[in-house]
């Protein structure tokens, strides 16, 4: 920038200035500033014309009156005039005034217009960079029309100066921010990528923020950024602070652009190239690596600049979530922060292990923490870190340290920010029923919360409890016992006696047998409690009394008595009266019969999610963080808690590193006796563990599978009915899978959790459970702009000759469920060559922008099958048709069985599949680093037992299974035998099934 001489002083402008501080009132001020003003504008009417440096002093004393908050309402034509001039000082001046008082609507715009084109000609580098930083800050709708189409060509310009294309790039970035359809996307795309190796590390700079706006709606334009970002990362990484002296930051080299760079990666998957990847993985260990190292200053500047590249790193890490080595080392540098005393890096520590805890590879490593996570949980001083220390209990908690971690949580609520309990409160009722080990615990836990916290207990809450007690014998008594004891207690909170009300009414029968417990004293505890309630908790309450009359007829006459009070009779409350009257007469006219059957006990509720979930995801908002996500990202995460229940088109979805599992709240019970309305069961559907099932559940084997069983039409005039609103697509329809669909497909053979596609539009995540020859399976699609999509239709067909059944309900989450009507993607469903029976639910066709749907997926398979279903998404998004073809995750090992037998039986059953081609063999290269842990990890995943002691071998690893079909079973043994010397694996499976022994092989190889 030219250097500005002596005589730009301007002393005029600085009298001024300081006359103006020397006022000592605001009368004086604006008197002094009234008589500027009335200077100004005869000089500038006068008829002798004034130079370019008067212009410029008279300019500027009106942008200081502008910026005094005075009105200005000339000067603006001599500010254009100023444009034209040849010196740097008053074009700079007329610029300035240009940029903080010349609007978009302007009769000047013109003009000023053709004075930026003719600096943009002119290639002086002084005047380009003026006008460019002119556009980027009016950076109006005109401005962008005017030169969006110039600046492109300016960056990319062979001859332009580095201080230019810096500029470029930003006025561009800040033209795109405000209209990304005025900035063309054209040939300038594939060479504004090559800034990246720019000598200018300004250039590089401005140009990853602008390729990392860019990409985010155009990310196949820019993918060869990727290797490029790589490489400069690279340098940097690797360079000393003295190699890059000019953009080194208390001994940090450009950490700036570093944190740049690593941002730019995290909007694509992994790199495909090994080389490339190579080299990322390591930069990214030298960045833990340097993390470790003593600081080489103790000034915050260092550690902060260090801190960025760091925390940036680690976020890396978490979005490509495919390196176990780099995820564990993340954790374990994340535990070293969390007892820094650094306040903020405390919060950033615990934020970012929120997110590690979903992630399979690093669960085990964060749940190590797990004392120091409770120790901040009950000494930090800053609210803000407490409730990230409990978001991170809630995102590591299994059924290992369950109990642990709610009888933590259930200790911190006690003395707890009243702005976090609600959202405590429905964290521990989720962990509480989700890893429940007996139902005794489940009870007692939220009879705790009640007691502790019952302001903060939320009608889901109880609801829940009572729907578990009556669903489940084997608690009702333990449950009538427990809040019989609770009640007892001198206050007792409303919510108790809502729950013991109802608990009793239903089930006190169970105890009246102890003399301690007798009917007349359980209605005597009751009532005692009644005039202290409101007027919701009377109404329960009298529905629990007609129901004593029932279950214990001696205490007719009290309870009749009670009803015939005139404070009940004539209740000035209408629903209490009406109440009252009605009961009375039904226990004065009713027969014992009729009474028993009118007051029967009340059924068990439906099977569905528990609306908690979605309370909690509600409370937490949009852009929740991803330790909230599910089992590992738990359910709890992401829709918390707040109004009306949301729909499949209304649940909130967090940041794209988040989200997965909205789950649409069930409809809460209605009070007693009447809870048709019933919010349903929460199936543990969450859990990625071996143990994963319904955590609730009688026997949790036949629990799930009388639930997934799909309802068998009576005829096939019963496929016709209630046919679709409209056709599915059929294979036909839809085009082919995306290329990397195999990619996507092969990171769910081990695994039933996760992200299955990505971009910059739509987000889609997957939890699955199967069992046996059934399977479910929860699809979240999640709309990451802000724009609704329209005509939202996901679609499950049949590729080739895999036969799929489609089964879709239009049923409201309000009303009763009724029974699925069949619509067959193609024709009849034929079971003699059926493969997969594939039961759909459809989704709302709009989704919000920022928003998530569910949809759900009901799975059995009927034979042994090769090719799985394709998941067809297509809608519309601004207008523009948008569709894609997935492979749907469903793949014949997650139909296994683990067997478990001893080495004799192994062997023998091992020669009895000696034949050909019952075995497949596979030597292969190892693709990932051959670690024993990991190894084991995605045999387990894969769906088979290990068996240890069999193989002579120890090394080796050999497993057992079943694969479970409607129409058979097909044995499996494999044998894996790692050689870490030459990095190479031996396969071999032995099955019944020639195909399937191929097809298992080449599953299973593709993972290591």
């Known amino acids: 920038m030219p250097a500005v001489s002596k005589g730009d002083g301007m002393r005029g402008l600085a009298v001024f200035i300081s006359d103006i501080r020397n006022c000592k009132s605001k009368e004086a001020e604006i008197k002094r500033i009234n008589k500027e003003l009335a200077n100004i504008r005869s000089k500038f009417k006068g008829d002798k014309a004034l130079d370019g440096y008067s212009k410029k002093k008279y300019v500027c004393k009106l942008l200081f009156i502008f910026l005094l908050g005075h009105d200005i309402d000339f000067g603006h034509m001599e500010a254009v005039n100023l444009l034209s001039s040849n010196k740097y000082t008053e074009k700079q001046i007329g610029y300035l005034f240009i ?88 040939e300038w795309t594939a060479r504004v990528v090559h800034l990246l190796n720019d000598q200018h590390m300004g250039v590089v700079t401005a140009a990853v923020s602008l390729i990392t706006c860019l990409c985010k709606k155009n990310p196949d334009d820019f993918k060869t950024c990727i290797s490029l970002a790589v490489s400069r990362l690279s340098r940097i990484v690797s360079s000393a602070s003295t190699d890059l002296q000019d953009y080194t930051y208390y001994f940090v080299p450009a950490p700036w652009l570093s944190v740049k760079l690593l941002r730019l990666l995290q909007c694509y998957p992994p790199p495909e190239d090994a080389a490339v990847k190579g080299r990322l ?64 890096l405390r919060y950033l520590a615990l934020e970012s292990m929120c997110t590690l805890a979903s992630s399979e590879f690093s669960h085990e490593a964060v749940k190590t923490h797990i004392d120091t996570v409770i120790n901040a949980l009950k000494t930090e001083r800053d609210v803000s870190v407490r409730q990230r220390a409990a978001d991170l209990l809630y995102a590591m908690c299994d059924r290992s340290n369950a109990k642990q971690i709610v009888s933590e949580m259930l200790r911190y609520l006690e003395t707890a920010d009243y702005a976090i309990r609600e959202e405590i409160v429905l964290k521990v009722a989720i962990l509480a029923e989700k890893y429940a080990v007996d139902y005794s615990w489940y009870v007692d836990t939220i009879l705790n919360l009640i007691r502790i916290a019952g302001d903060y207990v939320s009608e889901e809450v109880w609801y829940r409890v009572l729907q578990i007690v009556t669903n489940r014998d084997d608690v009702q008594g333990y449950a009538a016992k427990t809040v019989f004891e609770a009640l007892q207690a001198p206050a007792c909170h409303e919510n108790m006696v809502k729950v013991g009300g109802y608990i009793l009414g239903e089930f006190g029968n169970l105890i009246a047998g102890d003399p301690r417990s007798s009917p007349p004293v359980q209605f005597s505890l009751l009532h005692s409690k009644f005039h202290l309630c409101s007027v919701a908790t009377r109404a329960l309450l009298l529905s629990t009394y007609i129901k004593f009359i029932n279950l214990f007829p001696e205490t007719k006459a009290t309870i009749q008595g009670v009803l015939r009070a005139g404070s009940q009779l004539r209740n000035a409350d209408v629903e209490l009266q009406q109440r009252a009257v009605e009961y009375l007469t039904l226990s004065s006219v009713a027969s014992t019969d009729v009474l028993a059957t009118v007051l029967e006990e009340m059924p068990p509720f439906p099977e569905r999610e528990s609306s908690i979930l979605a309370k909690l995801k509600r409370k937490k908002g949009p852009g929740a963080g991803s ?15 707040g109004g009306v229940e949301p729909t499949p088109s209304t649940v909130s979805t967090p940041s794209p590193s988040a989200d997965l599992l909205g789950l649409r709240a069930a409809p809460p019970p209605a009070a007693p006796p009447a809870p048709l309305g019933a919010g349903n069961l929460l199936v543990d ?37 209630d046919p679709a609103p409209a056709a599915d697509p059929g294979p036909e329809d839809i085009g082919p899978p995306i290329p990397e669909a195999d ?27 199967f069992r046996q020859n059934l399977g479910r399976m929860y699809l979240f699609y999640g709309n990451k702009t802000s724009v609704q999509f329209q005509n939202f239709s996901p679609t499950v067909v049949h590729p080739g000759d895999l036969q799929t059944h489609i089964l879709s309900t239009w049923s409201s989450p309000l009303a009763p469920a009724r029974p ?17 029976a594939v039961q759909t639910k459809r989704v709302a066709s709009q989704v919000d922008g920022g928003a998530q749907v569910q949809q759900v997926l009901n799975i059995e398979c009927l034979r042994d099958f090769l090719t799985p279903p394709l998941l067809s998404v297509r809608f519309r998004y601004g207008g523009a048709p948008q569709s894609l073809t997935l492979k749907l995750p469903v793949t014949i090992n997650k139909f296994f069985q683990p067997t478990e037998m001893a080495a004799q039986d192994f062997f023998q059953r091992w020669k009895q599949l000696s034949l050909p081609q019952q075995e497949a063999q596979k030597i292969f290269k190892a693709n990932h680093p051959m670690d024993a842990e990991v190894t084991k990890a995605k045999l387990l995943g894969f769906g088979s037992a290990l068996l240890d002691n069999v193989d002579p071998n120890p090394e080796n690893f050999v497993g057992a299974g079943i694969i479970q079909t409607k129409a058979l079973q ?27 022994s191929r097809h298992l092989c080449e599953l299973l190889a593709q993972q290591f």
């Open 627 to 641: 330790a909230l996500d599910d089992g590992r990202r738990d359910p709890s995460s992401h829709d918390i808690n």
């Open 820 to 836: 699925l009507q069949a619509a067959p993607v193609s024709g009849f469903l034929d079971h003699e060559r059926a493969q997969l």
């Open 685 to 721: 559907v969450f859990s990625d563990g071996p143990a994963a099932q319904p955590s609730l559940g009688p026997t949790p084997e036949e629990a799930f599978l009388s639930e997934l069983e799909p309802p068998a039409p009576e005829s096939p005039m019963a496929l016709l009915a």
């Open 99 to 186: 940029s903080v008082l010349v609007n978009s609507n302007s009769e000047l715009i013109r003009l000023i217009n053709n004075a930026i084109k003719n600096d943009l000609a002119s290639r002086n580098p002084t005047f380009m960079c003026l006008a460019l930083h002119c556009i980027a800050n009016v950076g109006s709708r005109e401005m962008g029309e005017a030169f969006a189409a110039d600046i492109p060509r300016i960056l990319v310009a062979g001859d332009s100066m580095d201080s230019v294309k810096q500029s470029a790039a930003l006025c561009l970035l800040r033209l795109y921010k405000a209209s990304p359809d005025l900035v063309p996307m054209g």
């Open 970 to 996: 097909v044995g499996c043994l494999l044998r894996l035998e790692p050689n870490a010397q030459a990095q190479m694996y031996r396969l071999t499976l032995r099955t019944s099934k020639e195909p399937v």
């Open 281 to 344: 993985v390591e930069c990214l260990e030298t960045v833990l690596n340097k993390a470790q190292e003593p600081p080489k200053s103790k000034k915050v500047q260092h550690s902060n600049a260090k801190n960025a590249i760091l925390f940036e790193t680690i976020s890396l890490i978490i979005h490509y979530d495919s390196e176990p080595n780099l995820l564990v080392r993340a954790c374990n540098q994340l535990g070293q922060f969390l007892q820094h005393r650094e306040t903020n």
């Open 743 to 769: 990619e996507l497909l092969n990171k769910f053979v081990c695994r039933n959790n996760g992200v299955l596609f990505e971009n910059q539009l739509l987000q889609i995540g997957v939890k699955s459970e």
